[in-house]
C-alpha cells in the first residue's frame, strides 16, 4: 500500500499517486535539470545509432540518482524494488507548441538503452513538475475509450507498457 493510490483504468492498469512529489522535490529537480536540457533523442535498437527523433520536440536531462535520494527512495517504495532496478531519471521539459507523439513505452526485447543492460522496462512512472491551466495533458490512445490525465503539481503515473 502507498498513499494516495487510484486506479485510472484496468486491463491494463493506468494508476495515480496523488501528491507523490512535494512541491519543493518538483522545484528542485526543475533547478537540478534547467541547466543540463538537450533535445530528446532516440536509439535504434537494431544499430545502436542515436538521432533526434521528430516526433519528440521537448527537451531533457538526466539527473543522477545520488542527488535526488528522497525521490529515489519513494520509487523504490512505491516499485518495491532496489534501486539498481531503476531506470535513470529523466526531466523532459515542454515549451509551448512542444509534443510526444504517439508512442509506446515498451521493448520488443532485451535492450541497452535508459540504464537498462539487456533488459526491458516493466513499469513507466511520469511525474508532473507543475500544473498548468491548458495542454500538458497526457494521452492513452490504445485504451477504450482513449485516457487523458493532466498535469497536477508532484502527481505520478504509473503505467506497464508490456501490458
Known sequence: EYPGVSTLHSDPDVIR???FLTSDECHRLIEKARPHLMPCVTKDPQTGEVFPNPDRTSTNANIPQNEIPSIVEKLTKLCDCREDRLEIVQVLHYE????FLPH????SGPTTACGFEQ???LVTIFC???TVVSG???RFTRLGPPLEVGP???MAVLHF???
Open 136 to 138: 500538458g495533458t497526457t
Open 17 to 19: 499517486v496523488d501528491q
Open 161 to 163: 507498457p508490456t501490458s
Open 152 to 154: 497536477k503539481e508532484g
Open 104 to 107: 509506446t513505452d515498451g521493448f
Open 96 to 99: 509551448e507548441g512542444q509534443e
Open 128 to 130: 508532473y513538475l507543475n
Open 119 to 121: 533488459s526491458g522496462r
